[in-house]
């Protein structure tokens, strides 16, 4: 819905015509008939937004003249203008005309930026104060090279998924500092944000990682190998990158996170649930780029990707022999143990602690067959 003004001075016209006005203002319009149309002011009507106002707020000034008080206004319906119209008896529109009723726009706040593979920048805010000004707003992203550079606004407000963003998508240089601000402007103020300085190779992120491939440990029926490929788009540029792992299972909504993945690109997730679907993501955050000391930021999530772990012997056979059950409490505890142990004293996804573990458990399974054996002698 926008706001329609209708200016016929041949018959009618309303005095102030498109005011602006604070919030709280009070306002005397007046709808000044035309010689020709020979009607009587007392004949007349207001309507605010299609609704008719009460007579009791009008005023016959003369026999052309009808006025109409409004008082402590609040803020316009739409951004475009409240209609404020004169009719006469029959309901024919003589005049209109558009309130503006709001406020300045107060400093933004909240500016941050980040570029995507260092090739464009993208930067959101939040408006200041309650952030609503009942009126139109104009929000402009301008930035600068902080020496040399001249001024220059963003043009691309419509890509982002926020309201308060924009996207510059070239022309960008490395290794020199910008300055960058936002300024708001409306018919009752403006104001401008706080300068942010950054150079784009502090506030680079990827695109998520690429062939994100989840797949079983053998026949071990609590583990899932995570593999992926580094983000192509960096190849040529000097940087470490981190990564992070979060999995859920199928029927579930709560991801687990393993923070501890470091540099690597294939991981180990272990301690999982026996014939199980998991889902699995991974994503980057590329540190350091050519020196830079900031601590990057993470890109998106990549698409999730499924895989299921074995279904154990246990289950598929149904064992009841409580000297079985009683073997994997055991065994759950003493994995228990040792991860507790791992976590303490290893990094979670590091070849050492999978190392470690591969051959804790062959130990395991030939401590058992010892102990068996033993068993066996003894009632032999």
């Known amino acids: 819905v926008v706001c329609l003004c ?26 000044t008939l035309s010689s020709e149309t020979g009607l009587h002011a007392s004949t007349l009507y207001w309507t605010l937004n299609g609704k008719r106002l009460a007579s009791s707020t009008y005023e016959v000034v003369s026999a052309s003249a009808l006025s109409v008080t409004l008082h402590r206004l609040n803020g316009s319906q739409q951004q475009s203008g409240d209609n404020l119209v004169c009719h006469g008896r029959d309901g024919h529109v003589l005049a209109g005309s558009c309130l503006y009723v709001g406020m300045p726009p107060e400093k933004p706040v909240n500016l941050t930026c980040w570029s995507r593979n260092t090739k464009d920048l993208s930067c959101k805010w939040s408006p200041g104060g309650r952030g609503e000004t009942f009126i139109r707003t104009k929000y402009t992203l301008k930035y600068k090279l902080r020496w040399y550079g001249r001024e220059k606004e963003c043009e691309d407000y419509t890509t982002g998924q926020q309201r308060y963003s924009c996207y510059i998508p070239r022309d960008l240089a490395l290794f020199t500092p910008y300055e960058i601000w936002v300024e708001a402007a409306n018919q009752l103020g403006s104001a401008t944000s706080d300068i942010i300085t ?66 690597q690109t294939s991981c180990r997730l272990a301690g999982l649930r026996a014939g199980t679907v998991y889902f699995v993501q991974v994503r980057c955050n590329p540190v350091g780029i050519y020196g830079s000391r900031k601590a990057g930021i993470w890109s998106d999530w990549s698409h999730p990707t499924a895989a299921s772990t074995p279904i154990s012997e246990r289950l598929q056979s149904g064992s009841c022999d409580p000297k079985s059950g009683e073997q994997n409490s055991t065994l759950r505890r003493e994995l228990k143990q040792f991860f507790g142990w791992v976590r303490k004293h290893a990094y979670g996804c590091s070849g050492m602690s999978i190392k470690l573990y591969d051959q804790w458990r062959v130990w395991l399974q030939k401590s058992h067959k010892t102990r068996n054996q033993i068993l066996q002698e003894d009632n032999s």
């Open 6 to 31: 209708f200016h016929h001075p041949e018959v009618a016209e309303i005095f102030p015509q498109d005011p602006v006005l604070r919030i709280g203002s009070s306002l005397t319009a007046t709808c």
């Open 198 to 263: 950054l150079d784009i190779l502090d506030v680079v992120t990827t695109d998520p990682p690429d062939n994100v491939l989840v797949s079983r440990v053998g026949e071990l029926e609590d583990q899932l190998t995570v593999r992926w490929a580094s983000p192509p788009a960096l190849k040529d540029f000097l940087f470490q990158a981190k990564y992070q792992i979060r999995y859920r299972l199928e029927d579930s909504s709560e991801w687990k996170v393993v923070d501890d993945v470091g540099n």
